[in-house]
């Protein structure tokens, strides 16, 4: 059983449209990151949020943390080809080890 | 800065057989994570070190040992290797340990046990 349980697996869209990932579990975090990882590459993060109710965004991407700090999700708004990869989230309690999602692998057709 | 370098990129082992996979982190950093990358399991935290110190274990068994040198430089060692052993191997770093610190992780490398 994940300890972070990501929503959806795959996705599959058009280039243009909106889409949602969500990142959920049963404990509180401590922080959490997202990261985007393409094929043969290590993650990169994309964002750290640290407070509940926090929301950041960069550019055409919105994260949200939760108020309960449990759950997070990632809107990217007008999807593009660049934006092909897999989305990890990982949360990170009392200031230990990080625990992953198992990803959304993300498809945008152009 | 250059980024963290892990070598091999690449490896071909057959069950029994041990291996050591290096990592070198960004210059400055002194925290080095391990994970284990598998399509089934997705990203697995193996272990911790900072400042030469094991400081967070995952759940992974003994045959899974690593180390870290006084230069930050970690190396991970697999004993026994089995075939569920075939995984990218990723190795991060950080500077400190904070909540906001940024792991930067490496381009991993890709085990693949016969």
């Known amino acids: 059983t994940q300890l972070l349980e990501q929503s959806p697996q795959f996705l599959s869209i058009q280039e243009g449209e909106n889409l949602t990932v969500y990142c959920n579990s049963s404990?509180?975090?401590?922080?959490l990151q997202w990261y985007r990882q393409e094929p043969g590459e290590g993650p990169v993060l994309l964002v750290t949020v640290v407070t509940g109710g926090e929301v950041k965004k960069l550019k055409r991407l919105t994260f949200q943390f939760g108020d309960a700090r449990k759950d997070s999700s990632l809107h990217i708004t007008a999807a593009q080809p660049g934006d092909t990869g897999l989305y990890l989230c990982a949360g990170r309690y009392n200031f230990n080890k990080f625990y992953f999602g198992s990803g959304t692998k993300l498809n945008v057709k152009p | 800065k250059a980024g963290v370098t892990q070598t091999p990129r690449y490896l071909i082992k057959t069950r029994g057989q041990q291996v050591t996979l290096s990592c070198s982190p960004i210059s400055g950093h002194r925290s080095v994570s391990w994970y284990q990358q598998t399509p089934g399991q997705g990203l697995q935290f193996l272990f911790e070190?900072?400042?030469?110190?094991?400081?967070n274990k995952g759940n992974f068994p003994g045959r899974f040992s690593g180390r870290q040198f006084s230069n930050s430089r970690s190396e991970m060692n697999v004993s026994t290797l089995e075939l569920g052993d075939s995984a990218l191997y990723l190795c991060?770093?950080?500077?400190?340990?904070?909540?906001?610190?940024?792991?930067?992780f490496g381009p991993g490398t890709r085990l693949l046990v016969l």
């Open positions: 404990s509180v975090f401590s922080s």
């Open positions: 991060a770093s950080s500077y400190h340990r904070e909540l906001q610190e940024t792991q930067y």
């Open positions: 070190y900072f400042s030469e110190t094991q400081r």
